[in-house]
């Protein structure tokens, strides 16, 4: 544990540190960087509204990505029902991706109006794409021995999928959740812009404000949520795949 | 008197466990034009142990996986006699393929979950076979826990644990160090004479083929061409004793000179 957590604290505490300094002896206008000092006394000044405020945007990024993993795990058991299907409708899901979200933020909010329903979904359009597609290359990899095995005994497609195809795809679907966490926060921050509520409103109004020092609080606040998320995402794969491979075990 | 008729019972009963296969000008043919198998003609008999040799390429998966009824010839036909019930069949791939997220216990069970067999029943099964080839210690260890040998021996179990009446092995024991290969090539053999099973083993390896079967089937390089066809001359118990027997160099020397023909 220690040798892991020691490496990447030593750049933080150093790059803290530098821009410390720098921020102090004029090197950097303070307008343009706090210094850390300054980010530490606005969390502590504004904690109460911080915290609110990172309650609603987790409260926001966690549905969006929840409904993420349950509708893009579905999508993808549908799209790998048959190859018509697939040719049909992965184009589109493709499409969504590159949709660009800040684009259509603004009309999530003429949808779903202004409040969380709106940052829900900007976090959901965010970051299902990741689920499907991952869980879809899982679901087409399936060891062929494997399939033709299931045939052999008989099994019908419903049971292939349950028993074989998606717990076969499970590492895939927790790589595709891993890349969809960190989406879905950003996802809810776009929202807020546009909608309000949460960090995005606090960094949006301390811009205004010109509380450079605010805005990186709430910034660094954003990071720790995705961070978290991720972290979540990271204990729950350990937890399900230890027994899988050798070197999860080894660890 | 008695003696005679249990002795003949028994004989009954184990002729009935294997099945014979029939291969009439059977053809497979991959991507329109390249011809894997062109008309084979073939018959292996109840409760016979196979060896097909043959080199990379030349249709001895593609054969197996007919017979097993994974694929369709794209002319002639096989039969399986008697036609019996659906899942008469078990196959060995080259790897183990295990399900990694069960351990060894439900992988073994695996296909009697898939036909509809209740838990108990099935785990009682699993459980026998898994003795048969001697990994009662290893029930609840997950295949990323167990050693390449261990593994194929979970993957026989759950072959047999269907009770099959044939049993199609694709090079089972080719990625596995020769001891562990040599040990297994025994197990085999005496899993076959106990069951009575029909058995059709693909490998390239020409000791193992002789050391094993008791007819041995050498394919050409193209097509599914047999070019020996032999019942080989070795005693019905094969132990590692037999390895260093001239009779069994002997056979090794007659399929590889089919091989090199």
């Known amino acids: 544990m220690k040798k892991t957590l020691l490496p990447p604290l030593i750049p933080l505490v150093v790059v803290t540190l530098m821009a410390e300094f720098l921020v102090r002896e004029g090197f950097v206008r303070a307008y343009l960087v706090p210094a850390p000092s300054a980010v530490l006394r606005a969390m502590m000044d504004s904690r109460m509204e911080l915290v609110q405020a990172l309650l609603s945007t987790s409260a926001g990024a966690l549905t969006g990505f929840v409904m993420s993993a349950l509708t893009g795990i579905a999508i993808a058991v549908l799209l790998s029902s048959s190859r018509g299907v697939q040719r049909a409708f992965y184009p589109y899901a493709i499409f969504f991706q590159t949709v660009p979200l800040i684009a259509v933020a603004p009309l999530l909010v003429i949808w779903f109006g202004f409040g969380i329903q709106t940052v829900i979904a900007s976090a959901f359009v965010a970051s299902v794409f990741p689920v499907i597609a991952n869980t879809l290359s899982g679901i087409l990899s399936t060891d062929p021995p494997l399939r033709d095995l299931f045939k052999l005994y008989g099994a019908s497609p419903l049971v292939t999928l349950f028993k074989l195809r998606l717990p076969a795809a499970l590492p895939q679907v927790f790589t595709g959740l891993r890349v969809s966490a960190g989406l879905a926060v950003i996802g809810a921050i776009v929202g807020e812009f546009i909608a309000g509520g949460g960090l995005g409103s606090v960094v949006e109004i301390a811009r205004t404000q010109q509380r450079i020092d605010k805005v990186f609080a709430a910034v660094l606040l954003a990071s720790l949520l995705g961070l978290g998320l991720f972290g979540l995402i990271n204990l729950l794969s350990h937890l399900t795949l230890r027994r899988w491979h050798a070197s999860e075990q080894a660890q | ?261």
């Open chain 2, 1 to 261: 008197m008695l003696h005679e008729v249990g002795h003949a019972r028994r004989v009954t009963s184990t002729i009935s466990r294997g099945v014979a296969v029939q291969l009439e000008g059977v053809r497979r043919v991959f991507d329109h034009n390249h011809v894997v198998i062109a008309g084979m003609d073939l018959r292996i008999e109840t409760g016979e142990f196979l060896a097909v040799l043959g080199p990379s390429g030349c249709g001895k998966s593609t054969l197996l996986r007919m017979i097993a009824r994974l694929a369709e010839p794209d002319a002639g036909q096989i039969r399986i006699e008697p036609k019996g019930e659906r899942f008469q069949t078990a196959f060995v791939f080259q790897d183990a393929h295990l399900l990694p997220w069960r351990n060894v216990l439900a992988n073994a069970a695996l296909p009697l979950e898939l036909m509809g067999e209740a838990k108990p029943e099935r785990d009682e099964r699993a459980r026998a076979v898994l003795e048969q080839v001697g990994l009662l210690e290893a029930l609840d260890r997950y295949p990323a826990e167990l050693s390449g040998g261990m593994r194929m021996r979970v993957s026989l179990a759950r072959a047999l644990v269907t009770e099959p009446r044939l049993l199609l092995l694709d090079e089972p024991f080719a990625a596995l160090d020769e001891i562990t290969r040599f040990h297994l090539d025994v197990r085999l053999r005496e899993l076959w004479q106990r069951r009575g099973m029909t058995v059709i083993f693909v490998t390239h390896s020409v000791s193992e083929a002789a050391f094993l079967a008791n007819r041995a089937v050498v394919l050409g390089k193209s097509g599914g061409a047999i070019k020996l066809d032999r019942r080989l001359e070795l005693p019905a118990v094969r132990d590692n004793e037999l390895r260093g027997d001239p009779r069994l160099g002997k056979e090794m020397r007659l399929l590889l000179g089919a091989i090199e023909e």
